[in-house]
């Protein structure tokens, strides 16, 4: 079993940056792949990126490449994304999750664990 919790989110104008923090307990951390995803109004639930358990592999979605970094301490059990030129269309509710697998880490099948999510808003 793993317990995830968000932080980070929050109001900010576009062009601003975020850092958004998930904290895990329980499972051992280092064991497994870890994943942002976001839902925004409306919408279906969508990937964000992924960072595999050793932190060596990462993984973006298309409208986020390059703008945001996902990074992994396993000595605090967090995994981070750091977002950078924030738009107005990053809008949602952003979730970090937490699965065995090495492999599809941009679906959302693979992962076993979710947070509860933390909001972020961009203002235009």
């Known amino acids: 079993q793993v317990q995830l919790v968000e932080s980070g989110g929050g109001l900010v104008q576009a062009g601003d940056s975020l850092r958004l923090s998930c904290a895990a307990s329980g499972r051992t951390f280092r064991s497994v792949s870890m994943g942002w995803f976001r839902q925004a109004p409306g919408k279906e639930r969508e990937f964000v990126a992924a960072i595999s358990w050793r932190g060596g592999t990462t993984f973006y979605s298309d409208s986020v490449k390059g703008r945001f970094t996902i990074s992994r301490d396993n000595a605090k059990n967090t995994v981070y994304l750091q977002m950078n030129s924030l738009k107005f269309e990053d809008t949602a509710v952003f979730y970090c999750?937490?699965?065995?697998?090495?492999?599809?880490?941009?679906?959302?099948?693979?992962?076993?664990?979710w947070g509860q999510g933390t909001q972020v808003t961009v203002s235009s």
């Open positions: 999750a937490a699965g065995t697998s090495t492999i599809a880490l941009g679906t959302e099948y693979v992962y076993d664990y």
